[in-house]
Nanobody
Framework: QVQLEESGGGLVQAGGSLRLSCAASQDTSSKYLIAWFRQAPGQEREFVASISWSGGSTEYSDAVKGRFVISRMNTPNNPKNTVYLQMDSLKTEDTAVYYC???????????????????WGQGTQVTVPS
């Protein structure tokens, strides 16, 4: 099992930056891949970025590639790990609730599919006003 808690959202002007954090509390014997998704009002939840347990493999949606960077800090033998989403050059269309999600790496098939993830955080709001 894993518990996820996002933080770092807020209001930022277009062109600005924010860093989101996802604090993951988990069983130390399991390796979880963690992803960020976002959901704007009236829209489907969409994939933003993902990172493997080791941090050696990352993926991004085309909408954020080159502007966002996902990273993670795993502490050996510590059940708490943190995944970050550095968001630069923010646009109005980045406005959404951002969720982190986790799934056992061995179970993962399509990292960009929301249906692959069993564990979700409560979300954090990011607003980029026009």
């Amino acid at each position: 099992q894993v518990q996820l808690e996002e933080s770092g959202g807020g209001l930022v002007q277009a062109g600005g930056s924010l860093r989101l954090s996802c604090a993951a509390s988990q069983d130390t014997s399991s390796k979880y891949l963690i992803a960020w998704f976002r959901q704007a009002p009236g829209q489907e939840r969409e994939f933003v970025a993902s990172i493997s347990w080791s941090g050696g493999s990352t993926e991004y949606s085309d909408a954020v590639k080159g502007r966002f960077v996902i990273s993670r800090m795993n502490t050996p033998n510590n059940p708490k790990n943190t995944v970050y989403l550095q968001m630069d050059s923010l646009k109005t269309e980045d406005t959404a609730v951002y969720y982190c999600a986790a799934e056992l790496e061995r179970n993962m098939v399509e990292v960009n599919s929301k249906y692959e993830y069993e564990y979700w955080g409560q979300g954090t709001q990011v607003t980029v006003p026009s």
